[in-house]
């Protein structure tokens, strides 16, 4: 469990659900796979694959791999291929690479310098009833 306190004020209510969020944070690199279905914020260097519901790249966090999520939020700085549902880029965000998006927002200040860029499909709930007619 984090403190609200630690994270950019930004942040503070972005986050689903606080009281499951993991965090990766000091003066280290990690590097690797990381796989949830909640939370994660990012608060040092990460290099690798990450996958979570909700990604939070904090103001001193780093990402260089690739980034897959349902909404990733960007205080840091991304570099390589993203694949989300929602990008959301902060003032402080920086975001580099391929990008794969259903919605996409930059606040003043956040930087986007991509060399592709794609908007994904929209799943539909729409259903086809087909109905066959044998005689009367």
Avoid at 4 to 33: A, H, M, T, Y
Avoid at 41 to 50: A, T
């Amino acid at each position: 469990m984090i403190k609200i306190s630690r994270i950019s004020s930004p942040l503070k209510d972005k986050i689903k659900n606080l009281e499951e969020c993991s965090q990766l944070s000091g003066d280290g690199v990690f590097e690797g796979k990381y796989n949830t279905s909640g939370s994660i914020i990012i608060r040092n260097k990460f290099l690798g694959e990450l996958e979570a519901d909700q990604v939070i790249i904090d103001e001193h966090g780093e990402v260089d791999g690739t980034i897959k999520s349902s909404e990733l939020i960007v205080n840091g700085t991304v570099n390589g291929k993203i694949n989300c549902k929602s990008i959301i880029i902060m003032e402080n965000g920086n975001v580099s690479g391929d990008v794969l998006y259903n919605k996409i927002a930059v606040f003043e200040g956040g930087t986007i310098n991509v060399s592709g860029m794609k908007k994904l499909e929209e799943e539909t709930d729409k259903v086809i009833d087909i109905v066959k007619k044998v005689g009367d």
